[in-house]
T-cell receptor
Framework: QKEVEQNSGPLSVPEGAIASLNCTYSDRGSQSFFWYRQYSGKSPELIMFIYSNGDKEDGRFTAQLNKASQYVSLLIRDSQPSDSATYLCAVPGGSNFGNEKLTFGTGTRLTIIP | ETGVTQTPRHLVMGMTNKKSLKCEQHLGHNAMYWYKQSAKKPLELMFVYNFKEQTENNSVPSRFSPECPNSSHLFLHLHTLQPEDSALYLC??????????????FGPGTRLTVL
């Protein structure tokens, strides 16, 4: 059984600062990781995917993966009020049919303070 | 219509009622999913359908009955639910890629309240 753990927050960050969100996972065999963003009352949307150790950057977002320590993090630079949302970490796997099954963490609620 | 749509968006039902949730995807995907999202809990995968075949049933009680008539439509039939089944029910779809990246696109969800 894959387990994915996140600090539920809330995490409050001043506007313009760097927000750092962390996720740990239990299955050493996990190969890839997703970060979803979920605004209040809305459905999750994918913002980052990472499968290699190290950093992956996309605009203001950077995903960092450390397989030896079994954690993945998401950094948001120059935080904006529109970044206020719940961020969900997810790990795929669980069948012989590719990566259909996603196991999600509880999510970290991020609030950017103007 | 684009993306993944779900109807109804809100549903209130009694414990003796029978109702159905509907999901439709307009993305040409071949895998569809039902998730349950409750407060303070992680998103829970309920069912996975791949090319209309159910490939995953995550120990869901029989009062939830899925149906996938084709790759674009997914239903969740509900009967004799309990108040603890009140939650947001999310549908998602994706391409099935053998051993590769597989982004799931979510619908807006149905907010279900069981009285």
């Amino acid at each position: 059984q894959k387990e994915v753990e996140q600090n539920s927050g809330p995490l409050s960050v001043p506007e313009g600062a760097i927000a750092s969100l962390n996720c740990t996972y239990s299955d050493r065999g996990s190969q890839s990781f997703f970060w979803y963003r979920q605004y209040s009352g809305k459905s999750p949307e994918l913002i980052m995917f990472i499968y290699s150790n190290g950093d992956k950057e996309d605009g203001r977002f950077t995903a960092q993966l450390n397989k030896a320590s079994q954690y993945v993090s998401l950094l948001i630079r120059d935080s904006q009020p529109s970044d206020s949302a719940t961020y969900l970490c997810a790990v795929p796997g669980g069948s012989n049919f590719g990566n259909e099954k996603l196991t999600f963490g509880t999510g970290t609620r991020l609030t950017i303070i103007p | 219509e684009t993306g993944v749509t779900q109807t109804p968006r809100h549903l209130v039902m009694g414990m003796t009622n029978k109702k159905s949730l509907k999901c439709e995807q307009h993305l040409g995907h071949n895998a569809m999913y039902w998730y349950k999202q409750s407060a303070k809990k992680p998103l829970e995968l309920m069912f996975v359908y791949n090319f209309k075949e159910q490939t995953e049933n995550n120990s869901v009680p029989s009062r939830f009955s899925p149906e996938c008539p084709n790759s674009s439509h997914l239903f969740l039939h509900l009967h004799t639910l309990q108040p603890e089944d009140s939650a947001l029910y999310l549908c998602a779809s994706s391409h099935r890629l053998q051993g590769g990246y597989n982004e799931q696109f979510f619908g807006p969800g149905t907010r279900l309240t069981v009285l």
